[in-house]
């Protein structure tokens, strides 16, 4: 199997280069092109101006892999089959329907025909898999050439250069191969020399100029037909959320005038009256409905009641909701003016409460009145689903199968109780062996219920204004049973949370109490390598293994500007605050010392900065930045060991083993079996109490679904406490010569419902090693024998990207 992908791949790779053996006689292959700017244009927005697009090429070698598989594929097309086929298929359902006279049996046959018409058809016009998936060699053509030039002119025109000028340039390289340039000659770029109104209805001109530094047309910035198509939506917002309820921006219009002064635009903003009323009107809510239980019926023909609660009417035939829950969501108010943003977000947190089908809200105009009218669908109360799939974490991916539970509106107040179950199988690195991956099994019950507020003695006025924030509570209890092969380990967790968010990028989360008891069950081999980790390295980590009791209050962070949007810049951004143990510096339960858990007191921080560039519409630029820090303040000097943080793996250093890298600079015991498992024995998971790491990736598109990576990792943990050993502690003075360092390679399968992930980790730097033979990067080894000079390299596995 890996024979045959390896040869389709050699096959593509060949097949794509960028030659000029099939083009016909009078045929140029387009192989470069250029904009050439001055500085202020950007010239990424004028490449994406470009009519023919050259073929993508690995780096700077004349290969294509999306040529490469056209290639493969055309060889093995046959078009006029495909035609054939078409009109057998079409002839045997015509046959069929011909045949029968059920106008049900027709429907289907009809339906069935064109499903199989269609992807023939596709077929015929497109090609077969490889030619869909690849794309065909770019054919000079002087016409696309000169749409381009047009479309630049036109570009540089709108930016408000209008004398610009648009030289091209086709030069014949080696081996009829075309490189384009286009020369860019702006000439001068108009301004803003005077901005004024006529806008006759005076309350509008009075709102625009409230607020003119929010304008978005500045005296003394240079024209740009995109600014003003984005200063009338401006507009259109500011007046849509002050009461206009029917104004449009077909009444916006700008007319500039460039005669007055050389160089300079006089701008004039218009904001024309409606023809019939003459003015533009304000609209005031005179009333609000809310029908909770609009696509309901009753079952006795009862007529719905109403009932009043916070200047809204509500419509129902039953009393299912509480009415201050609802009200809380309702962010227009009677007697206020008409806000597209309070109605947006009106129905926006109705819809997160998640008890409704559809939330709609709309406003009726006639008789003079202005009336809000709000329906919503109620959800089915109770809903019962399974889930089977496959998990990846930090190793080979495993079966795993979930069952959850749901029952909605449980007190009447638009709670959400929930049941999960899960069970599942996954291929880990052993804690004690570095021989391969060894199943672990994880059985896991959680039961919880959500509350839509936060559950805390707030005045109502204050309860209404959070509610713009979609604040929940959620209550918790469960259990966790792992076994894996160094150890059994459960987990009794019970935790209160509250959760919120501002404007859909800032989310909060605060556990005020999160209790957790801890029991484990080590095998002999285990043990005995703690023992010995603490006899002779002075690491207390066999403390973590003891029963033991965690509390902890946990303060989280998340800020999300638009991160996992493909081709978009966007920022992510993760910090969390944590105390364990506080309370037990006032009061000690007393079941603790009955049942004589270790209990834990520690202060642990952690943040995590994620960046994605895109740098055209087939390549982007990431980093990602990692750390994490930890301080146990207990009698045993050791943090939970879910509370250590680790280095390596998929989805961090990924020329390590999982949880491999690490501590410091202290090296791993030689292995026993050099040849099969390298120089070192990664015998054991190196749990640090400080984590420092950080990658870079270059993302591009290869051919179809598939896309590679080129990345660089660096990182290591390092132990602050229960250590005598100078290797493995942080220290100011040495820890940069410390990192851990890898490069690689990688694949995507972008499957739009998954990103399937394949990455081949070197190891460039390992500080594990004596100073002066450090620099690995030339001893990686793809092969078996290894050695102290031949470092394996590392296969992971992964679901969606690695940051």
């Known amino acids: ?355 409704f089908k559809f939330v709609n809200l709309n406003y009726d105009t006639t008789g003079g009145r202005f009336i809000a009218n709000l329906f919503t669908s109620p959800l089915d109360r109770y809903t019962w689903g399974n889930e089977t799939g496959v998990t990846v974490t930090q190793g080979f991916p495993g079966p795993y199968i979930s069952t959850n539970f749901k029952k909605r509106n449980i007190f009447r107040g638009l709670e959400i109780f929930e049941l999960n179950g899960r069970f599942g199988f996954e291929g880990v690195a052993a804690v004690t062996s570095d021989a391969g991956f060894y199943k672990s099994t994880e059985a896991s019950l959680n039961a919880s219920i959500t509350f839509p507020q936060f559950l805390f003695p707030f005045r109502s006025a204050a309860a209404f204004r959070y509610a713009r924030n979609n604040p929940r509570t959620k209550v918790l209890a469960g259990y966790t049973y792992t076994d894996r092969p160094e150890y059994q380990r459960s987990i009794t967790t019970v935790s209160a949370t509250y959760t919120w968010g501002i404007q859909n990028k800032l989310q909060f989360s605060f556990s005020p109490a999160t209790l957790n008891v801890i029991n484990s069950t080590l095998s002999t081999a285990f043990q005995d390598t703690l023992i010995s980790l603490q006899k002779n390295r002075g690491n207390n980590l066999i403390n973590a293994f003891k029963p033991s009791y965690v509390s902890s209050m946990i303060f989280t962070m998340t800020y999300n500007s638009n991160y996992g949007v493909a081709q978009k810049n966007s920022t992510f951004i993760r910090t969390s605050i944590e105390s364990g143990g506080t309370l037990l510096n006032l009061y000690s339960p007393k079941f603790i010392i009955d049942q004589g858990l270790e209990p834990y007191q520690y202060f642990r921080v952690s943040f995590d900065f994620r960046k994605n560039i895109p740098i055209n519409k087939t390549s982007s630029f990431a980093y990602r930045f990692n750390s994490g820090f930890g301080y146990a303040y207990s009698p045993n000097k050791v943090l939970p060991y879910e509370k250590n943080f680790f280095a390596g793996g998929s989805n961090s250093v990924r020329a390590w083993r999982p949880r491999r890298l690490g501590l410091g600079s202290d090296p791993p015991p030689v292995s026993t079996n050099i040849p099969a498992n390298g120089y070192f024995n990664y015998s054991y998971e190196k749990p640090g109490q400080l984590l420092l790491e950080g990658s870079v990736e270059w993302r591009q598109k290869l051919f179809g679904f598939v896309n590679y990576a080129l990345f660089v990792d660096a ?40 990103i399937l992930r394949f990455d081949i980790g070197m190891k460039a730097w390992d500080p594990a090693r004596p100073v002066g033979s450090r620099f690995v990067l030339g001893n990686a080894s793809f092969l078996k024998p290894y050695s102290f000079n031949h470092e394996p390299v590392i296969y992971n596995i992964g679901i969606g990207y690695p940051f």
């Not at 470009?50 to 040529?67: D, E, H, M």
């Not at 497109?126 to 690849?134: A, E, K, L, S, T």
């Not at 990182?715 to 602050?720: E, I, Q, S």
């Not at 040495?734 to 990192?739: A, D, G, S």
């Open 1 to 355: 199997m890996r024979r045959c992908a390896g040869l389709l791949v050699i096959t593509a790779v060949v097949s794509g280069c960028l030659g000029t053996k099939r083009l016909q006689e009078n045929e140029k292959l387009l192989y470069y092109q250029t904009v050439k700017a001055p500085k202020g244009i950007s010239r990424e927005e004028l490449r994406n101006l470009y009519v023919q697009k050259t073929n993508g090429r690995i780096g700077f070698l004349p290969l294509s892999f999306s040529v490469g598989m056209y290639n493969l594929g055309k060889k093995k097309f046959n078009k006029d089959k495909f035609i054939a086929k078409k009109a057998r298929i079409e002839a045997k359902f015509d046959r069929k329907i011909a045949a029968t006279k059920k106008q049900k049996r027709i429907s289907n046959l009809q339906y069935r025909k064109q499903n199989a018409v269609d992807a023939i058809t596709k077929k015929i016009d497109n090609g077969n898999m490889f030619m869909q998936w690849g794309e065909p060699l770019t054919i000079f053509d002087t016409a696309a050439m000169t749409l381009t030039k047009n479309k630049i002119s036109t570009y540089l025109f709108n930016k408000g250069y209008f004398k610009a000028n648009v030289k091209t340039d086709s030069t014949l390289l080696k081996k009829k191969r075309v490189s384009v340039t286009y020369t860019i000659l702006p000439g001068p770029s108009f301004i803003y020399d005077t901005i004024f109104f006529n806008i006759p209805d005076q309350k509008v001109l009075a709102l625009l100029k409230k607020n003119p530094a929010l304008s978005l047309l500045k005296k003394g910035d240079a024209y740009d037909q995109d600014k003003l198509g984005k200063e009338r939506d401006r507009i259109d917002q500011l007046l849509k959320d002050n009461g206009y309820y029917d104004f449009t921006k077909q009444y916006i219009d700008f007319a500039i005038d460039t005669a007055a002064v050389k160089n300079k635009i006089k701008l004039q903003l218009e904001i024309l009256n409606p023809a019939r009323r003459g003015y533009h009107k304000q609209f005031v809510v005179d009333s609000i409905i809310f029908t909770p239980d609009a696509a309901s019926s009753s079952k006795e023909n009862r007529k719905r009641h109403s009932s009043s609660y916070h200047n809204i009417t509500f419509n129902s035939y039953e009393d299912l909701y509480s009415k201050k829950i609802l009200a809380q969501r309702v962010f227009i108010s009677k007697d206020s003016l008409y806000s597209r943003t309070q109605t947006f977000n009106t129905q926006r947190q109705l819809a997160n409460l998640d008890n």
């Open 715 to 754: 990182g290591n943990v390092w132990a602050l406490q229960t250590t005598n050993n100078p290797n493995a502690s942080f220290e100011w003075n040495k820890f940069y010569k410390e990192f851990g360092v890898g490069t690689g390679f990688g694949l995507r399968f972008d499957f739009t419902f998954l």
